[in-house]
T-cell receptor
Framework: DAGVIQSPRHEVTEMGQEVTLRCKPI?????LFWYRQTMMRGLELLIY????????DSGMPEDRFSAKMPNASFSTLKIQPSEPRDSAVYFC?????????????FGEGSRLTVL | AQSVTQPDIHITVSEGASLELRCNYS??????LFWYVQSPGQGLQLLLK??????LVQGIKGFEAEFKRSQSSFNLRKPSVHWSDAAEYFC?????????????FGQGTILTVHP
């Protein structure tokens, strides 16, 4: 079975450019999470969705960040404009809520470098 | 607000030796507790979880963890470490109800295994 699929795996961009990260969750999962991992701050939850609806976006750092989930099989995290401090690994994770809350299945991450 | 502390940033053990990774949490009610493992360049994988019931939980790859409410701890153990266990380990706490899925992760413990 396919796991959580993220693209791109690596992205290098210049400050001020728009960045879009993509995620395909595991089929049938009803929760989707975006996390950010940095050396300084560790793993931070940015936003999560339930049945394509954003439930909690309190972790989104600022208005430059936005996330969407237009359908059950696709989500995007957009940064516009990007800044060097956005450099991090961004993880998408999905889960099946009623069965096993908190059991997240992570993608391999998108490593973002903003120059 | 919930929080997790992993006191040890880096632990080194010899192959075949026993292992204990420490985790302390802060949460007002009975927490959901998790241990995840991350290999270099990969996403996180669930090792084990505690929701309720028996305080000693078994996980994959021969790992176990014990929930001790009086000490607010959920330490991870393995009787005999293999070289393939070298990775970073994260303890996490989650809430139920309306905060379902909002896991808070510790800073992680890097495990190095000497032959």
């Amino acid at each position: 079975d396919a796991g959580v699929i993220q693209s791109p795996r690596h992205e290098v961009t210049e400050m001020g450019q728009e960045v879009t990260l993509r995620c395909k969750p595991i089929s049938g999962h009803d929760y989707l999470f975006w996390y950010r991992q940095t050396m300084m701050r560790g793993l931070e939850l940015l936003i999560y969705f339930n049945n394509n609806v954003p439930i909690d976006d309190s972790g989104m750092p600022e208005d430059r960040f936005s996330a969407k989930m237009p359908n059950a099989s696709f989500s995007t995290l957009k940064i516009q404009p990007s800044e060097p401090r956005d450099s991090a690994v961004y993880f998408c994770a999905s889960s099946l809520g009623g069965v096993s809350p908190g059991e997240l299945f992570f993608g391999e991450g998108s490593r973002l470098t903003v120059l | 607000a919930q929080s997790v502390t992993q006191p040890d940033i880096h632990i080194t053990v010899s192959e075949g030796a026993s292992l204990e990774l420490r985790c302390n949490y802060s949460y007002g009610a009975t927490p959901y507790l998790f241990w995840y493992v991350q290999s270099p360049g990969q996403g996180l994988q669930l090792l084990l979880k505690y929701f309720s019931g028996d305080t000693l939980v078994q996980g994959i790859k021969g790992f176990e963890a014990e929930f001790k409410r009086s000490q607010s701890s959920f330490n991870l153990r393995k009787p005999s470490v293999h070289w393939s266990d070298a990775a970073e380990y994260f303890c996490a706490v989650g809430a139920g109800g309306t905060s379902y899925g909002k896991l808070t992760f510790g800073q992680g413990t890097i495990l190095t295994v000497h032959p």
